[in-house]
């Protein structure tokens, strides 16, 4: 007689089975494996439906806060395309690259929170406006929240350091080198890149050239050295990417 006892997966209640039969004990043991398998596969799909839904919604929060700014909204898209390009390049895994494309648009969604006379304000900050502005990067932070999601931790890293610098110079800690994570030095990167080469109400784009001399010299002060090395190193494959996302959105 063999008897098996413990909790039976489905039931969740501790029963006692008794066999004559070891190999009908045997099957019985793989249709609990089995039925466990199931139920395993059953809760990581509807996690993974969970974790689509709320990507779905911070982007879409991401993209009220940048229609404010930019009314075409293309610049999220080609910060989230270029940011996953520039991690690959880096040596970054294939994973770690498609989920920067993925959080790279929300590193603004903290300017949902700023009023319209400190976001849309032309010419300069006063150093309280300046301040409130500044605060869009801790906001962005605590709007994406606390995750144990890889996904969303990401997320929140993006917001909170795209402004931090390489000498320490940034906001809002003021971190400095490698102390920044390196998802935000690629954005940091992306993000002043785009900004300058799209167009602006209060201004006509930079040229690429124009815009490589400036980061050049923000080269081991605002940006990582090397990450900027290898942006400059494959600004063409960046430039043709540019092409097919600004295309693509115009037969939106
Ligand atoms: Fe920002
Ligand atoms: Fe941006």
């Not at 994973?95 to 494309?101: C, D, G, I, T, V």
């Given at each position: 007689m063999t008897t098996l006892s413990g909790p039976i997966p489905q039931f969740g209640k501790p029963q006692t089975l008794a066999f004559a039969d070891p190999f009908a004990a045997m099957a019985q043991l793989q249709r609990y494996a089995d039925d466990l398998k199931y139920v395993m596969h059953e809760k990581e799909s509807a996690l993974k439906q969970i974790e689509k839904a709320h990507l779905h919604s911070l982007t879409v929060l991401a993209r009220a806060a940048e229609y404010r700014d930019d009314d075409t909204g293309v610049h999220m898209d080609r910060v989230g395309g270029f940011s996953g390009l520039l991690a690959k390049l880096i040596g970054r895994s294939d994973?770690?690259?498609?989920?920067?494309?993925l959080v790279a648009p929300m590193h603004d969604i903290g300017k949902?929170?700023?009023?319209?006379?400190?976001?849309?304000?032309?010419?300069?900050?006063?150093?309280?406006?300046?301040?409130?502005?500044?605060?869009?990067?801790?906001i962005?932070?605590?709007?994406?929240g606390e995750s144990d999601i890889p996904l969303f931790a990401m997320a929140a890293q993006v917001a909170l350091t795209h402004h931090e610098n390489w000498d320490g110079s940034g906001y809002p800690f003021g971190i400095a080198g490698t102390q920044i994570a390196w998802c935000g030095r690629v954005v940091a990167i992306i993000d002043f890149f785009d900004a300058l080469t799209m167009h602006r109400v209060y201004r006509k784009a930079f040229s690429d050239e124009r815009a490589l001399e400036m980061m050049k010299i923000q080269r081991g002060r605002k940006f990582d050295p090397e990450m900027l090395d290898v942006f400059i190193e494959h600004l063409d494959e960046f430039v043709r990417m540019r092409e097919q996302i600004?295309?693509?959105?115009?037969?939106?």
């Open positions: 994973e770690e690259a498609k989920m920067l494309s949902i929170a700023i009023p319209d006379s400190v976001l849309k304000k032309p010419g300069e900050y006063t150093l309280a406006e300046r301040a409130i502005m500044n605060n869009h990067a801790v962005g932070a605590e709007i994406i600004n295309s693509s959105s115009k037969n939106r």
